[in-house]
């Protein structure tokens, strides 16, 4: 006595569990549902009937209801018997979501089992279980989401694990390290993002609820916990939190948070790509249609429309989180606001066009090697001072190796010259180095550190978790 439905979601999970690999795209199982699909009314429509039909199934299991008024519900639990129309001019009439819904269906079935739909059951509970149903489905369509960027990730960091640049600290040239080095610095913060979702994912997978509307069970009797527990075993979730979180919404508010995360992290790569792609630094540049205008007065501007988007998500976000946020709290048992379903579809929609923003613009990123390694030079080897300080410091000491540095260095930019002229014309340190030594330590590729082993380090550790990833299924 369960749907299609119930039983695709059901078996997703296990599905994906025995499939990995097949989570990345849809294949043969068609195109996976967009976030608008997951929060489209007839969606939720669809919930309710299939939310109404595990309840019906479960008081049948356990000898509450008939076993054929639970079939009768079964067979007929989907949106072509109650259309959106048809609720919209119920409602105008009843002015309850609830009970419009149930009086268009009822039309529908045999009188005998209309008697035993809605069994026992409360409005609040059937709304919050349905909501469950969209965030578990969102949670999985995210998870996809962020595994596709991930792997976009991963290409760009193994493609610019050797490729140089100058690391910045405090917006100043600090020290050499590899473009790939910064990308898989994305790329693990985008994996922990990951798991957090995956966290998330198994509270809602507890959060179904059915326990009455004071959240005491009493309209379902004495076997009201065995009712729930069925009724979120028919609806492919797992054994319902005993407590009645109706009222303090924190796993909502936990989804909402995560999601508020993940904007600002994305907001960070936004960020740092909007300023690499400045014109005096021209280190990265967004690749855009070739028809794509980027001002209407200055035809020579190339705007990073992309990056710019991922910071704007990265305050819009957060605000509407904040909102779902304050939803916990709540006055006496069961008192919350429904409004902020709304936001909850909202942002995530933010957060698909987010994600896809992201992976268009890493998926396209034109990488500037010649301007990055040109910028390298722009201090005048100022930026080696370190390396030429340990060089030293077997000679005169790490701490008088690091004070004569500092003396060159503020030397060399007064006198308007570079680090390595300073030091050839300098009487204490000029005979201490030959040529080729000089060469060797003013050569910036060269000091990167672990930089590329690091890459590496970060991708492995992707890839292996990758492999434990099972909720990224249509």
């Known amino acids: 006595m369960v749907t299609i439905r119930n039983l695709l979601a059901a078996g997703a999970l296990a599905w994906l569990a025995a499939n990995p690999a097949a989570s990345d795209t849809a294949g ?37 209801i008939p076993g054929w ?28 979501r609830m009970v419009a819904l149930l009086n268009v269906w009822q039309r529908a079935l045999d009188p005998e089992a209309a008697e035993y739909m809605h069994f026992g059951a409360t409005t609040v509970d059937i709304y919050d279980t349905a909501l469950v149903l969209q965030l578990e489905q969102a949670t999985r369509s995210l998870v996809r989401q962020l595994r596709a960027l991930e792997e976009t990730m991963i290409r760009l960091a193994e493609t610019h ?10 917006g100043q040239h600090a020290l050499p390290i590899t473009f790939g080095k910064k990308v898989s610095t994305w790329l693990g913060e985008n994996r922990r993002n990951i798991e957090r979702l995956k966290e998330l994912h198994g509270r809602l997978l507890r959060s179904g609820i059915l326990k009455g509307a004071v959240g005491s069970y009493v309209g379902l009797g004495d076997r009201g916990m065995a009712v729930e527990r069925a009724f979120a075993r028919h609806l492919g979730l797992q054994a319902p939190y005993p407590d009645d979180w109706h009222g303090a919404r924190d796993v909502i508010a936990e989804y909402a948070n995560t999601l508020a995360m993940i904007s600002r992290s994305l907001g960070r790569v936004g960020n740092e790509l909007f300023l690499l792609q400045m014109t005096d630094i021209g280190e990265t540049e967004e690749v855009r249609r070739k ?13 990073p429309s992309k990056s710019e988007a991922l910071v704007f998500y990265a305050r819009r ?48 990123l034109k990488v500037n090697a010649d301007t990055m390694r040109e910028n390298l030079d722009k201090t005048g080897g100022m930026i080696l001072s370190q390396r030429i300080a340990f060089a030293l410091a077997d000679r005169i000491g790490k701490t008088t190796a690091n004070e004569r540095l500092h003396q060159l260095a503020t030397e060399a930019m007064e006198r308007d010259i570079s680090l390595r002229q300073a030091i050839e014309r300098s009487e204490d340190l000029a005979p201490l180095f030959t040529g080729q030594q000089l060469d060797t330590l003013f050569d910036p590729t060269s000091y990167t550190g672990l930089a590329a082993q690091q890459v590496e380090a970060v991708i492995a550790y992707c890839r292996e978790a990758r492999t434990r990833d099972a909720l990224a299924a249509p």
């Open 28 to 64: 043969a199982r068609g195109a996976p549902p967009s976030i608008d699909d997951i929060f489209s009314a007839e969606n939720k429509t669809q919930k309710v009937l299939d939310i109404e039909v595990a309840l019906a199934s479960a008081q049948a299991e356990l000898g509450i």
């Open 317 to 364: 976000i957060p605000r509407t989180a904040e909102t779902i946020a304050d939803d916990m709290i709540n006055v006496f048992e069961r008192d919350n606001t429904s409004r902020t379903n709304r936001l909850l579809a909202e942002i995530s929609l933010d957060a698909e066009k987010m994600l896809r923003a992201a992976t268009g613009l890493l998926g396209n």
């Open 69 to 96: 008024a639970a079939e009768e519900m079964a067979g007929k639990a989907s949106t072509d018997y109650v259309s959106q129309q048809d609720l919209a001019r119920e409602y105008e009439v009843v002015r309850h």
């Open 161 to 170: 694990k050797d490729t140089v640049m100058i690391g910045r600290t405090l």
């Open 291 to 303: 028809t794509a205008v980027g001002s209407s007065t200055m035809p020579h501007k190339k705007n």
